[in-house]
């Protein structure tokens, strides 16, 4: 069983920049992708971005220009850069391994507010 730990969420001014973390708790072979989605409460769950093994991504049109997603094959991890962000973004993201299975991170919050 894989577990993935998130972080480095919370809160932020509008225009301000965040940087969301996930590693996954064991090695994790073969060709797999990792992607970030977000979801407010009471709206389905929507992919942020997505990389994949060998590192070409893909972003969701809200986020273009703003979040780059990267990953560390060697360590696991992936990573989300949030800049300019507005309140929109405000959501509680989360971080997925997307191989043979899925595995989900428990979620971690963005709150944008002044």
């Known amino acids: 069983q894989v577990h993935i730990v998130e972080s480095g969420g919370g809160l932020v001014q509008p225009g301000g920049s965040l940087r969301l973390s996930c590693a996954a708790s064991?090695?994790?072979?073969?060709?797999?992708?990792w992607a970030w989605y977000y979801q407010v409460p009471g709206k389905q769950r929507d992919v942020v971005a997505h990389?994949?093994?060998?590192?070409?991504?893909v972003y969701g049109d809200s986020v273009r220009g703003r979040f780059t997603i990267s990953r560390d094959n060697a360590k696991n991890t992936v990573s989300l850069q949030m800049t300019n962000l507005t309140p929109e973004d405000s959501a509680i993201y989360y971080c997925?391994?997307?191989?043979?299975?899925?595995?989900w991170g428990q979620g971690i919050r963005v709150t944008v507010s002044s």
């Open positions: 990389i994949t093994f060998s590192g070409a991504t």
């Open positions: 064991t090695e994790i072979t073969g060709d797999y992708g």
């Open positions: 997925a391994i997307l191989g043979a299975n899925i595995y």
